[in-house]
């Protein structure tokens, strides 16, 4: 384990910060929008040649020191049963969702070298091309169900909430069939050369503590509990209430959203697990002094810890400038030790 | 000031814990629907005898103690200048936005009476009909800035983050703007009648505390200085984070959404400021008994505090049952000693 990045997951001694960023390969990119043009998301996804195409493109455009499985959360909810589109300006479209124990019907656990063997072939080929570490990745069990109950994105998460406060039969069926699946489906990521996994839980900041513990916590510990030997990096955006808890939940690297300085999410969650973030990922949209201090920002308030891995507090938004996104590698390595 | 809203702004003590709904006036209710089919929003808004209307329905439908004007938050911008249209299914567009110093030109400081007449026209009417406090209420700088710089509702603000962050003078000369209108917006309300104010922000959960407080908090806290003699209430939707902030922007009653328990959240605060809040919206829509364990949770974490405003974390859902809602306010009074 001398890679950087793997090193500062696990707190140990590293020479600079590691910086990756989510949503690194995507519509930002002349690249992949020129391959999109080709391609569906889903096609891209289940092509194991164009996944890792796409995964790898950041990692030499950038110069970050990982590199993450590109896919969706619900590719592997779809080969359970749900039938699943991509909707251009939407998001995930599940019709019909899934509301009731009779919806749940459709679904079955995923198997994942029989149903989704696309995954495992990208991971592969990614790791025999990349001289860096590879990210597995899945969606947390409260994320992935709030699409499959609500059809698709949702402001509230109204019907999703109301099943888990109304019908907790239905909602442990759903969530135990979720976790399952995506415990399976992250270890078969690791056995295909996967070198740490990240569980988002995009929406669950949606959650007061309270329903998070009772309600979706038991779901997402038994996925982090079930992936052994590699890093377990858990994020949700919007989840500065919830560190504390995301931490028990099994997380050795808790990600952080640009509204919790790292200094205090440390004094929350303490310092013997990693932190992940923060930038805000509007700062890349500033002028070049203005995300300059919102770098230095974001490594001051890490103050040197170790067990800091550089991102950003949310997916690098579409609009952004790749140039402004390599300044930002650029900056981290100069200030923290690295030649640029 | 005997009214019982009105004490428990205050802090003064009440025989009952009093009860109102953001968004309680809107899609929810058939009445509202029926309307909406011969009037547009902005037509309702700037029409008194419809906009009074509007405001006292749910008053005498579900029994709640205090009423809310109805209009949008755009209304005075629109009237300072900026091209507003209320898009179904997508809320308030601004085109073309004001991005610039020069956009800015476009804009002038609102005199409420010669400007938006009928919104006092409205308040002096409700005032006259009610038996119960009228809220006055203004959108806070922030999530007015947020629309006119990003041209409607966005996900990210990130236009509007990058102006704050890269161009000071503009974003202080259009802060300032928009504060003096909104302090003079508010102060015409209250000469008009409105016996209490509620400041929006409802966006502003967006920014870090340390963004907040440099470039937001003072605009905001001119506004709260320059309305003298009611209670001022603050909220903003997944202000968590934000909440010492917002009082210390000058709240009588900080509104707090459903992730921060009301027990938290006054220590702290500090237990000299009341709280509004804060049943999640989605409770509404689940079971009885589900609702009404979240009603007694609401009021057990207040644990018979004075200043405590019942209220949800954020407005009334448009699929939410009227009668569902009326048992809240029913369960309210029941659990905190008056009749039903």
Redesign the interface.
């Known amino acids: 384990m001398d890679d950087l990045f793997l090193r500062a997951c696990r707190r140990a001694p590293v020479e600079r910060t590691p910086v990756w960023f989510m949503r690194q390969a995507g519509r930002y990119q002349p690249e992949y929008r020129a391959l999109r043009e080709r391609h569906g998301i889903l096609e891209i996804c289940r092509t194991p040649e164009l996944a890792a195409q796409v995964t790898a493109l950041p990692v030499a455009q950038l110069g970050v020191d990982a590199a993450i499985l590109f896919s969706d959360i619900m590719v592997p909810v779809a080969a359970m049963g749900a039938s699943l589109e991509i909707v251009e300006g939407r998001g995930p479209v599940i019709d019909p969702p899934v509301r009731s124990a009779d919806d749940l019907g459709r679904l079955h656990a995923l198997e994942p070298d029989g149903d989704v063997p696309f995954v495992m072939d990208a991971v592969r080929h990614v790791v025999e091309q990349l001289g860096h570490p590879l990210i597995g990745f899945a969606g947390a069990p409260f994320t992935l169900a709030s699409y499959l109950v609500e059809g698709g994105p949702s402001r509230?998460?109204?019907?999703t909430?109301?099943l888990m406060?109304?019908?907790p039969g239905t909602w442990d069926r759903l969530m135990s069939l979720l976790a399952d699946s995506m415990a399976a489906y992250l270890r078969a990521q690791v056995a295909a050369g996967a070198a740490a996994v990240q569980l988002f839980d995009s929406w669950v900041?949606a959650?007061?503590?309270?329903d998070y513990r009772r309600c979706v916590l038991p779901y997402s510990a038994r996925i982090l509990a079930g992936v052994e030997g590699v890093p377990r990096i858990h994020f949700g955006v919007?989840t500065?209430?919830l560190l504390e808890a995301m931490r028990d939940a099994g997380a050795d690297v808790v990600g952080v959203d640009?509204?919790?300085?790292l200094d205090r999410a440390w004094k929350r969650v303490g310092e013997d697990v990693a932190l992940q973030g923060n930038l805000?990922?509007?700062?890349v949209?500033?002028?070049p002094?203005?995300l300059g201090?919102?770098v230095v920002?974001v490594l001051d308030a890490a103050g040197g810890r170790a067990g800091h891995v550089f991102n950003l507090g949310?997916g690098v938004?579409p609009?952004t400038d790749p140039a402004a996104l390599r300044s930002v590698v650029d900056l981290v390595r100069e200030h923290t030790g690295g030649s640029p």
């Open positions: 509230d998460y109204a019907r909430k109301a406060w109304s019908d900041g959650l007061s503590e309270d919007g500065g209430h640009w509204r919790t300085p805000d990922p509007a700062a949209l500033a002028s002094e203005a201090r919102a920002g949310h938004l609009s």
